[in-house]
């Protein structure tokens, strides 16, 4: 997931700064794709005060995926968003990986997690199933702010503003949109080809 892309919402604007923003007041946020990025985003924009709508071609949320480790950036951000309780009772926080030799099992190296993890960056390290880390957005999300069944088709800019076409052949405005759609991303191909 892009962390990276939700980290950043968070410093350019910092959580006792943002009611004093008037910039971010009358902002609004698009965002193609309902998965782990997208739901992230609009929690993080969500809390700062910014009006956000997310866009998910599915018809559903589907908790599909496999195991995936969620570093100590992206738990600090998970709990900023309040959500380090409900992280912290779906995840393993391993104490540490160990990597070994194919063939003969020696230990080639050692990472040291779990607490020692914890108290040098500040957060936790952990390992979560996708389906229970997009349960626990979804809780935090609490049913608003989305819309499902809405396939972004095509993206058109002007200087102040962005609009999707969605394929029932509606039409959507804000001042940005972001783009958490995937693989085969919609919004990276109207922007590049």
């Not at 698009?30 to 924009?45: F, K, P, R, S």
């Given at each position: 997931w892009n962390a990276w892309t939700v980290a950043t919402i968070?410093?350019?604007i910092p959580l006792e700064r943002a009611p004093a923003m008037s910039r971010?007041?009358?902002?609004?946020?698009?965002?193609?794709?309902?998965?782990?990025?997208?739901?992230?985003?609009?929690?993080?924009?969500r809390a700062r005060g910014i009006d956000a709508e997310l866009?998910?071609?599915?018809e559903a949320f589907r908790q599909v995926g496999a195991g995936i480790q969620l570093s100590s950036n992206a738990t600090r951000i998970l709990r900023m968003l309040g959500l380090g309780e409900a992280l912290a009772r779906v995840c393993v926080y391993p104490e540490g990986r160990d990597y070994r030799a194919w063939d003969d099992g020696d230990r080639l190296y050692y990472t040291p997690l779990g607490a020692r993890a914890e108290t040098e960056f500040g957060a936790p390290y952990y390992h979560a199933h996708r389906a229970d880390l997009l349960d626990v957005l979804l809780a935090g999300?609490?049913?608003?702010?989305?819309?499902?069944?809405?396939?972004?088709?095509g993206v058109d800019q002007t200087a102040d503003q962005v609009t999707v076409t969605l394929t029932d052949g509606s039409k959507v405005s804000g001042d940005l949109l972001i783009g958490a759609d995937g693989?085969?991303?919609?919004?990276?191909g109207n922007l590049f080809g």
């Open positions: 968070f410093r350019l971010t007041r009358n902002l609004k946020v698009l965002i193609a794709g309902g998965g782990i990025g997208g739901l992230t985003a609009l929690l993080a924009l866009f998910e071609q599915a999300v609490a049913n608003k702010g989305f819309r499902l069944n809405s396939r972004i088709e693989i085969h991303s919609t919004v990276r």
